[in-house]
């Protein structure tokens, strides 16, 4: 069981990083400190053109030599714009590893496919490279995560600094895997960073055919394997997001059964294509989007959205709530009015009905 | 001359105090174990193969057949079976004919596996409380769904919609992931085969014809039939091809593989030869290779052929025995046009084998399943073809991780048997079978009762379909997609590390 909130300002207005360290704060009975985590997005507006890559190195005196093989991998496509150290605030958690960052940029030739391009780089680095994890690597956006309580993940990365419009955060009670930083959310590939309570019983299936289309898993936790599963279905297949959720958290055949003749159609088509992406057991997950999302009716989201989705018998918890232009989604009620006492709505989403909240 | 008898395998005895000489035995016996003298039935016990439907049928519980303990010099190497095959093949200079599945003791992979399910983490989901789907389609699926969208007025507004443009293939749906395996009319009993026609239409899937033909009395129920094509072709026209569910092209067998049939002319009946199209009394031969079929493109094309036949609405299977490079082999299959590959391990049943190859040459279905499976992704085309696994599988048990090593589905054969009777005495080839299963014999073929045998068939895949719910709900999964492949679930106990690696699967602690 883990505790996991998120937030978006519909008008993209630009909120501190602390405000979801304190959201999380109060979740705290949901993790046991050996997890927490934060992604932002919108915070490099001066890079927002730039992949603003995350990266563990292991913490040993020749970390330099890590720091040059990465980059070696990226120098063949491109070039680093800016590297450093992550500012962190030092003695508040034992530094395992030193978080890096890098702001990249492809060469020309490589635009078109930059994003495919820069999915194959994070699993290169991730497999090949040793003492080198990836764990962000989007556009303007940035994850935080370490082995630790909420609050001193937040203190330690210095998230006060940074001002971002949409957040998500999760404190981690691990259950399937030891507590390490890779194993903490959110989970990141490419502008997809997921959120996750619950256990995926159908992890062995997702992993194996996520990784039949090159992905590679590699954190050995199940999160990992829906940010994946997003990127293939939404982005590679463009997958109408509706019909991707609901490959994700498939309708039940006799509801199925008793559609209209075309709607079942599709249905049965996404079970039977689909199926091994079908996410199975008890889970609640938010997930920041990529752009260029196609929706049912067409319209394709030039932002990042977010999006709450809960398995198809609910067996983990998920609210939503709203207070003019933010929007909440969360594990608990209680997290939500510790950062906005007064709502507008509260709702409950039904079992496998994707919330989806998009930018004005 | 030199005496060449073997000791009798059982030994027959029956209690004289309760026997009342009604005769029973005598009657129901087909292999002549009991003869009536006087007031005394007289037993050969040598004839004896423990079929026990004396046993069962002797209304004083009279009859007892036990292991013949007559003893042998015990020698490691020179087993009991070994000096009886030697004797026996002196005396004819043939080949050892046998039944049923291999019956060597190579290790059970399914008894080396064992289930995970949900403690505190995850809550098991309960099936008797929540949906648990098993529903399974077989048949080519597409790498991925394609829409577009068109524009329509909806009450003088326009929209815009999303339509599916990807065109999916015909598919089987399958209520369970067990089906029944391919037992020809011929090696089978009509009555055998209606039971099992009728049970699979009452359980939502699909029996195999075997490759002898479709008798018409099965015609109603070809809506849930898979026609085989192997290599006598017979029984093959365009209608059969038609009428069936789907086709599937035999290439080889597990308990036979690399080498074709073999059913004797005394089986061959007026009935059998009109739905094999052969002569009466006639052997009915299936060659080793299909004469049309020298290389993988052959086998495309005659797949293709057959989709041709059907105007593209059947799915069509290809079944080939689990052997060393069965990957590569289904590798080349899952690149035509065929729908399914049905592997048959080495363990699969037969009504007739020579016992050389029964007992030597193949490899374990748990295996192969891996290995096919495995490499099937690697090449990116898993999801895009069924795989079918067969060849002792006994139990929900050993569905349940044949799926999960990445089977989309089973075929069931010889535990179909046992439904309708058999008690696995390995003698089907004689012809003679004393519970009307593999026989012609009219009088033995009435001893099955079609609707009574149907019922037990169809409680055997409900049974194993409830408890393969029990399962599912115990590691939290409620659709089986989400077991196919799922190694994760599966750990091996007491195996090595070559086992495991071939299995895909880690090891119990791990
Ligand atoms: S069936 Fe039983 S009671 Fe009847 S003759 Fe045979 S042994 Fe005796
Ligand atoms: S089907 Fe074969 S093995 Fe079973 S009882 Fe009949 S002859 Fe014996």
């Known amino acids: 069981m883990c505790g996991i909130i998120g ?42 053109d730039c992949y603003a890559l995350h990266v563990f190195l292991r913490n040993t005196p020749t970390y330099h030599k890590i720091i040059d093989r990465v980059k070696s991998i990226l120098g ?90 949409m957040w998500l955060g999760h404190a981690r009670y691990p259950t399937n895997t030891r507590g390490w930083w890779g194993g903490a959310h959110p989970f990141n590939i490419l502008n997809w960073s997921v959120v996750h309570n619950g256990e995926i019983t159908s992890y062995g299936t997702n992993k194996r055919y996520v990784e039949s289309f ?53 249905h049965e088509a996404i079970r039977i294509t689909y199926g091994p992406a079908a996410l199975n057991g008890p889970f609640a997950i938010i997930v920041g989007t990529h752009e260029g999302m196609v929706f049912m009716n067409g319209e394709i989201e030039e932002n990042n959205t977010l999006i709450g989705l809960t398995d198809r018998v609910k067996l983990r918890p998920l609210v939503a709530a709203e207070k003019d232009d933010l929007v909440f989604v969360s594990s608990e009620e209680a997290a939500i009015r510790r950062i906005c006492p007064d709502l507008d709505k509260v709702e409950m989403p039904d079992a496998g009905t994707p919330i989806i909240v998009r930018l004005e | 001359m030199i005496p060449s008898a073997v000791p ?48 069962v049928m002797c209304p004083r519980d009279a009859i007892t057949v036990i292991e013949n303990t007559t003893c042998w010099r015990s020698h490691p190497l020179w087993t009991i079976e070994v000096r009886e095959d030697i004797i026996n093949q002196s005396k004819t200079g043939r080949v050892l004919l046998s039944a049923t599945g291999n019956a060597k003791e190579y290790p059970i992979y399914f008894d080396h596996i064992v289930l995970d399910a949900c403690q505190v983490t995850n809550p098991p989901i309960d099936p008797l409380r929540e949906p648990m789907e098993l529903r399974t389609y077989i048949g080519k699926k597409p790498k991925k769904l394609e829409f577009e969208f ?27 992931p067990i089906m029944i395996a391919h037992m020809s009319y011929g090696a089978l009993s009509l009555n055998a085969h209606l039971a099992m026609a009728k049970a699979v239409k009452e359980c939502g899937t699909y029996m195999g014809s075997g490759e002898g033909g479709l008798h018409r ?33 035999k290439i080889g ?84 046009d065929a729908d399914a590959v049905v592997i048959d391990g080495f363990r699969g049943g037969t009504g007739a084998a020579p016992k050389v190859f029964r007992d030597h040459v193949g490899i374990p279905i748990e295996i192969a399943i891996a290995a096919v499976d495995e490499r099937l992704r690697e090449e990116g085309v898993r999801n895009e073809i069924s795989i079918i696994a067969s060849g002792g599988i006994r139990s929900s048990a050993d569905v349940f991780k044949a799926i999960a090593l990445g089977a989309d589905a089973v075929y069931i054969g010889t535990a179909v048997l046992i439904a309708l009777g058999c008690r696995v005495c390995g003698r089907c080839y004689t012809g003679q079978c004393a519970w009307g299963i593999a026989t012609q014999k009219p009088e033995l073929v009435n001893r099955l009762d079609v609707e009574e045998g149907a019922r037990r068939v169809a409680n055997l895949i409900k049974a194993w379909t409830l408890e393969l719910k029990e399962l599912l709900g115990a590691a939290g999964i409620n659709a089986i997609e989400s077991l196919r492949g799922n190694r994760d679930r599966l750990r091996g106990v007491g195996l090595n590390e070559v086992e495991l690696k071939a299995l895909g699967i880690k090891h119990a602690g791990f």
């Open chain 1, 7 to 48: 937030f978006i300002s519909r008008k993209k207005r630009m909120i501190k990083g602390d405000k979801i360290a304190i959201a999380l704060d109060s979740l705290k009975e949901r993790g046991n400190g050996q997890g927490s985590g934060y992604v932002g997005y919108g915070i490099y507006p001066d890079y927002a």
């Open chain 1, 76 to 165: 063949l496509y491109g070039v680093v714009v800016k590297d450093e150290e992550i500012p962190v605030k030092e003695g508040v958690l034992k530094k395992e590893f030193i978080p890096w960052r890098f702001f990249y940029r492809f060469h020309d030739s490589y635009r078109d496919m930059e994003n495919d391009l820069m999915v194959n780089i994070v699993m290169e680095i991730n497999d090949k490279v040793d003492g080198a994890f990836v764990f962000s690597s989007g556009k303007n956006l940035g994850v935080f995560k370490a082995t630790g309580w909420p609050m001193e993940v937040a203190e330690f990365y210095r998230l006060e600094e940074y001002e971002g419009y």
């Open chain 1, 214 to 266: 090159g992905y590679k898993c590699r954190m050995y936790t199940d999160t990992e394997v829906v940010a994946y599963i997003f990127d293939l279905l939404i982005r590679k297949h463009r997958l109408p997001v509706e019909y991707a959720l609901s490959a994700m958290a498939p309708k039940f055949w006799d509801e199925i059964d008793r559609m209209e003749e075309e709607e079942r159609r599709i």
């Open chain 2, 8 to 55: 009798p395998k059982f030994k027959v005895e029956i209690d004289r105090e309760k026997c009342m000489l009604c005769g029973r035995c005598v009657e129901e016996c087909s292999w002549g174990v009991y003869r009536k003298e006087r007031d005394r039935i007289v037993i050969y016990s040598n004839r004896c193969g423990a079929c026990q439907r004396c046993v």
């Open chain 2, 150 to 176: 068109v524009e329509e007025e909806v009450e003088g507004k326009k929209i815009k919609r999303a339509k599916l443009k990807t065109k999916i293939a015909p598919n089987l749906k399958l209520e369970t």
């Open chain 2, 217 to 249: 009395a099965l015609y109603p129920y070809a809506d849930h039939i898979i026609t085989q094509v192997a290599s006598g072709r017979f029984g093959v026209d365009v209608d059969y091809l038609n009428i069936g569910a789907a086709i599937e092209i």
């Open chain 2, 253 to 336: 067998q597990g308990a036979k593989p690399g080498i074709g049939g073999h059913l004797p002319g005394e089986k061959v009946t007026a009935e059998v030869s009109m739905t094999r199209m052969i002569p009466e009394g006639t052997d009915a031969i299936s060659p080793a290779p299909h004469h049309d079929i020298y290389s993988i493109e052959d086998l495309a094309q005659l797949v293709r052929s057959l989709k041709e036949a059907t105007r593209w609405k059947k799915p069509v299977f290809v079944k080939i025995a689990a052997v060393h490079n069965v990957a590569a082999i289904a590798n080349g299959i899952a690149t035509s």
